[in-house]
């Protein structure tokens, strides 16, 4: 029995070390100066800890722009979703009318289009408008979530009438009852869905290729794939730091609210 | 002190009738059991005089002003709600005070932003100075800090009708308040609501499905069923003066005992017993031979006596319920079981499968039509 | 905001009663609705339309006339040997990775759920790739598998072996790219994996025990597979989604190269729509991909409804 635990504990730091192994060599040679990148000894630890990459990535590469673009549509995101999704999730949740059953049919049907299929008549949208490569181009498309209203669809209806009731008896309107009543009471859902919408978002590559071209606009992804293809044979050091730059928010993030991100991620599983 | 009166108030929903045509004058200072079966409409009513339903048709006024297009909150009136309806998200204190912060400036119902609001603390004393002598006067103020899940059954209840109280109602709705308490909370809190509603002096409107709560605190009773009122009375007019058998049968524990009577000509019959000056007509109509009417007979109207009486009945005793101060004995009678109230000494040496013989004491009987409906003009008198 | 705050403050003193039950309105609180709707209906509903009808015209991107040409965009594809290699690489890329991923991933579910206190740690481990972001790690990847200076050349070297060319070798490309791919995702399968073995509830290991199932792959074969079975397969399918919308990797180390080795349909879709602006092929190519994604979607959801049931 004993045997076998270790075993099994042994394979399984055997598949961690592949898990594990990316990270910690962009650490590696993120941290090393260039004739120790170039060598076909390996080390893990440089010989010469040199923090010139970071500065340079900083500096002359456009890693803080990346991060910073990565913010601003990430949360521009996030805050459109919820300000569009909360209120209409609500109604369908709570109320009864007449186009209530053709809406969550909308709603579903959307839960079917993957990204990919809308690509080409979105783009032309955005570009009959001369929004391509702006933040609005990054933004906009996504501003609300047929899978967030689905999910917090489902959580409204668990709160309690007698809730929203006595809210109404003492005086708070129905907008304060939604937004300072109701929503507190489903935030696990809201955080499961905004850590899914950052996560999403943040990693999203494919929208970010099409609709942005300039480097200052571009998204963690598309930002280390430019500096890729243009410099990525010579600079690896500060390719490296600024991939450690991007990578690191949403890691540290989620070492720290382990739980909270399982449930979000795997949220998608729903779907897909 | 302002009551409340209803106008001929129904509530349709879709296609069924909930409330139907409901009259009813509640003078200030009331304490009134909105009391019936589940289903009977009740609640709906109750959240109609709240606001949380539009009402169909009919009229609601309160201090001789209608107010059925008022929203809830403009009609200063409180409700207790079933679950209680604590925020859960907010502490014992936020719960109670925030009926005041609604009435406050946009800007000051806002977290975090109504720090901004220079004279804030002035208003947060004035909201403290209600609430607090409200939580003393109900006993949880030290519990102001707690979240409602750190509460127990009947501290959330205390804190619901703190909540209640600190806006100074009118009128007090309350929906099945103790259902959620344990029997021995719910004795003690009865209690209490009861001098709550002594020390206020306002109107409580008070929902229940339990007779006891409806006997034992109010001075009115309202028993509906589907939807219709079905006698409005004092606690013991409900139970010596019952307008039909709905409600003869609805008050009382253990129920009244239901016996058929045959109805011939100016006599009646009841399992061979004659019965005396029948009621020659019931609603104008002569009564046809062989009608069939209702003859009720609560507990104690029955006693026990020698086999040879002229109006014993008998049968087996198949239950013997001894409860200390009196005995229930339940009787089998034609598939019927038929409750006797005793006296414990008489339940003594009585046991289950002992034929025993009984007589009604005519005098305390009720009479119903076929319909239920109560024949008050008649006395049950037995031929010798 | 402005509007919200209109919303909020009814005209005090005759303000709207409750909802009126008695008849139901066309749309309850519009204001609350219309946003939601028309993004909906802007961003995806009516592109879906749009992108199904222009898989039928000739149209390229800029250009100021199209004409309608039927189905002749879905015959040329199917008819040009590049679009059936591109077919051929999908399929070769998602019949390596579709197993492989769902495999290692139940292994490691039952592995990390017989451990008890090393159980969250390891779960840690390998959902962390999940989170990050995989462009940024393919780049990695691409170093660490680099034929000079590469980890994986050093350990070959070590072994004697001649180093390899993961990435350039036609051979070997696809499933270079699966395996990156597949070190992204396994520990989200492996999740959704085990939140069904929790569900298994314990006792019925114990009745399995009492009932003579001692070795482990009794208790497996007879207990832990059949109460998995909705889950794997939830699982298989989501599996599947995932990999047919691999893109990433392949733009970001090959580009489809080398010489269309690595070629795959989304890929493809991108190379039409967005470098040749062959828009009305890539409009066929995205309705093909969807008809598929379509499918499987909806036989998912209808596999998510009976487990929700089940639980």
Known sequence: MRLRNILVNLALAAGGIVMLLPFVWMLS???????????????????????????????????????????????????????????????????????????????????????????????????????????????????????????????????????????????????????????????????????????????????????????????????????????????????MATATLIVMPLVIAFLIARRRFVEGVTLSGIKG | MTGISLNAVSKRFGATDVVRDVSLDVAGGEFVSLLGPSGCGKTTLLRMIAGLETVTAGEICMGGETIQHLSPSARNIAMVFQSYALY???????????????????????????????????????????????????GIDHLTARKPAQLSGGQRQRVALARAMVREPKLFLMDEPLSNLDAKLRAATRAEIIDLHRRLGVTFLYVTHDQGEAMTMSSRIVLLNEGRIQQVGTPLDLYNDPANLFVAEFIGLPKINVLDLHADGKEGRIDGIVLREMPSEIDGVPTPRGAQLHVGLRPEALQLCSEDHPHAMSGPVHIIEHLGNEAILRVSKDAKDICIRVQPEQAIGLSPGRTVSFRPAWERALLFDANGSRLRATRLRAAA | MSSIENISSPPRGHSVAAESSDRAPILANAAYLIPAIVALLAFFILPTFVTIGLSFTDWRLGARSLSFVGLDNYRDLLASGAFND???????????????????????????????????????????????????????????????????????????????????????????????????????????????????PRHLYEAAQMDGARSGLDRFVHVTWPMLGPTALFVLIITIIKSLQIFDVVRVLTKGGPNGASEIILHTLYQEGFIYFRTGIAAAIATLFFLVMLALTLYQMRVFDRRVHYS
């Not at chain 3, 490691?108 to 940024?136: D, E, K, N, Y």
Request: with cysteine.
């Open chain 1, 29 to 239: 040679l993120s941290l090393k100066p260039e004739n120790e990148i170039f060598t076909p000894d390996i080390a893990f630890l440089p010989r010469e800890w040199d923090f010139a990459n970071y500065v340079e990535a900083w500096t002359v590469g456009y890693a803080g722009t990346f991060v910073i673009n990565g913010i601003v549509v990430t949360l521009g995101i996030l805050v459109l979703q919820y300000l569009t999704i909360v209120p209409a999730a609500y109604v369908l949740a709570r109320k009864r009318f007449q186009l209530r059953g053709l809406i969550m049919s909308t709603v579903l049907a959307v839960l079917l289009i993957p990204p990919q299929v809308t690509a080409i008549p979105v783009y032309m949208m955005l570009a009959e408008a001369r929004l391509l490569d702006t933040y609005a181009a990054l933004i906009i498309p996504f501003a609300t979530s047929a899978f967030g209203i689905f999910l917090l669809r489902q959580s409204f209806k668990t709160v309690p009438q007698d809730l929203i009731d006595a809210a109404r008896m003492d005086g708070a309107s129905e907008v304060y009852t939604l937004w300072f009543v109701v929503v507190p009471q489903v935030f696990p859902a809201l955080a499961a869905f905004g850590i899914f919408s950052v996560v999403t978002h943040w990693n999203d590559f494919f929208w970010p290729l099409l609709v942005v071209t300039s480097i200052e606009r571009a998204t963690p992804p598309l930002g280390i794939s430019i500096f890729a293809s243009s410099e990525g044979g010579t600079e690896v050091g500060a390719m």
């Open chain 2, 88 to 138: 859960p998200h907010k502490t014992v204190f936020e719960n109670v005070a925030f009926p005041l912060l609604m009435q406050q400036s946009m800007v000051l119902r806002l977290p975090w932003l109504r720090h901004l609001v220079p004279n804030r603390h002035r208003v947060d004393a004035e909201i403290a100075a209600r609430v607090d002598p409200v939580c003393h006067l109900l």
């Open chain 3, 86 to 200: 591109t077919l051929w690489n999908t399929l070769k890329l998602n019949l390596f990775v579709i197993p492989t991923s769902f495999l290692t991933a139940l292994l490691l579910a039952l592995a990390i759920h017989s451990q008890t206190r090393l159980a969250a740690f390891w779960q840690t481990v390998f959902f962390l790739p999940v989170t990050s972001t995989l462009v940024a790690m393919a780049i990695v990847w691409q170093w660490v598998l680099h034929p000079q200076v590469g980890m994986a050349a050093w350990v070959l070297r070590q072994l004697g072996l001649n180093p390899i060319n993961w990435l350039n070798d036609p051979d070997l490309v696809l499933y270079t790219i699966g395996f990156i791919s597949m070190w992204q995702l396994v520990g989200y399968y492996m999740v959704l994996f085990l939140a069904g073995l929790l569900a298994i």
